[in-house]
């Protein structure tokens, strides 16, 4: 999970603007922490730092013992002085793996690293991971869709058998999964208004069980209805990618949350929100972005006398005839920080993120940007 820290590390502190600054210790920090199930690297380094996006800076591997850049439950971490410098360590408990000091078989490797706590909570974004979730305008057109069901109903369901138009059979695939093309993501940002790309809403899983024009599949799993129309992609077979380590973009970064799964009002922690933001403008997974409250217009109807002398406004004929409406005035407030996202996947023009800490209330078109 950590496998990358090192390296990562001699990264950031090329990058101008992430180690200018000292790394904050949190002042309620302990001395040690004994690592259990369900924690995540994160959280761990909240407890010592009050910017836990920052841990890599500070790390120490042990080369004492086997896979130092993983941590496993029972593990102690530590927060040391080095020097004058702050310093977390990691020394294997009790409740740690036995025998992690011998040389493992690639086999029991790859078991041990499955146990290793992830860096923020994968379960959260899983099912993001491997799923087309960007669509250029048209090219959901070409994939193949669904033709009829087997009792001809308009809508189906799990367990429903569908027939499917347009599947190569040569590719031997037998496991797709069914999208619909969402709303539009427009930019605000940059070239506000322009269209982004659109959401691929997954809406289900089918599995292939007679080849044909048509052919036949028979739906495993279902978000909601399924309808004649929708549309099939394969199942990616890749191997999921769970390796996050928080870094600061090498670009300066700005742009808005544009979407929000499940269409809510009001956005909170490990929800998983869509940027206005790409590869295309140097964001990479893993990079970690500053979440700011757009600053409000608000009227500003109050009238000032700054020379001091007698307005007209305070004669005995305004009293009589009324005072005059004021003129209104719009101000825009500041932004105000409300938060940190961490990218998980990107696309050119657009980006998926993780809200990992949420210190005000978050909205859709709030912006985003370097911390």
Do not use: C
């Not at 040389?103 to 923020?120: C, D, F, N, T, V």
């Not at 250029?136 to 087997?150: F, G, K, Q, R, T």
């Not at 799990?158 to 347009?166: L, Q, V």
């Not at 700005?254 to 956005?267: E, H, M, T, Y």
């Amino acid at each position: 999970m950590l496998n990358k820290i090192l390296l990562l590390s001699l990264l950031f502190l090329s990058v101008p603007g992430f180690a200018q600054d000292d790394v904050k210790i949190n002042p309620d920090h302990p001395d040690s922490y004994v690592v259990v199930e369900g924690d995540t690297l994160w959280a761990i380094a909240g407890r010592f730092l009050t910017e836990p996006w920052r841990w890599s800076e500070i790390w120490e591997t042990n080369p004492q013992i086997a896979d130092p850049h993983l941590i496993y439950p029972g593990d102690v971490i530590s927060l040391v002085y080095e020097g004058g410098q702050p310093r977390l360590t990691v020394s294997r408990g009790a409740g740690g793996v036995a025998g992690r000091l011998v040389k493992l078989s690639p086999e029991i490797r790859s078991h041990e690293r499955s146990k290793a706590i992830p860096a923020i909570p994968i379960e959260a974004i899983r099912h993001f991971l491997n799923r087309p979730l960007v669509l250029e305008e048209s090219e959901i057109d070409a994939w193949p869709y669904v033709l009829s069901n087997l009792d001809q109903h308009l809508i189906s369901g799990a367990r429903n058998k569908i027939y499917i138009r347009g599947l190569d059979a040569s590719n031997g695939v037998k496991n797709y999964s069914i999208y619909r093309k969402g709303e539009p993501y427009i930019a605000q940002s940059h070239d506000s208004g322009t269209t982004l790309g659109y959401e691929a809403i997954h809406i289900g899983d089918a599995v292939i069980v007679e080849s044909g024009e048509p052919a036949t599949a028979m739906i495993t799993t279902s978000n909601r209805e399924i309808m004649i129309g929708d549309r099939l992609a394969p199942v990616s077979d890749e191997e999921i990618d769970t390796d996050y380590i928080p870094s600061v973009p090498g670009s300066n970064v700005q742009g808005n949350i544009i979407a929000v799964l499940d269409g809510v009002s009001q956005i909170s922690q490990y929800q998983v929100v869509i940027l206005d933001v790409g590869t295309q403008d140097g964001l990479q997974r893993g990079n970690v972005l500053g979440i700011y409250q757009s600053g409000k217009v608000v009227e500003d109807d109050t009238i000032t006398n700054k020379s001091g002398r007698k307005n007209i406004n305070d004669t005995a004929l305004v009293e009589y005839l009324g005072r005059p409406k004021p003129k209104v005035r719009n101000v825009q407030l500041p932004e105000e920080y409300a938060g940190v996202v961490m990218i998980f996947r990107t696309f050119d023009r657009v980006s998926y993120g993780l809200i990992m800490e949420a210190t005000a209330s978050i909205h859709l078109h709030d912006a985003v940007s370097n911390l």
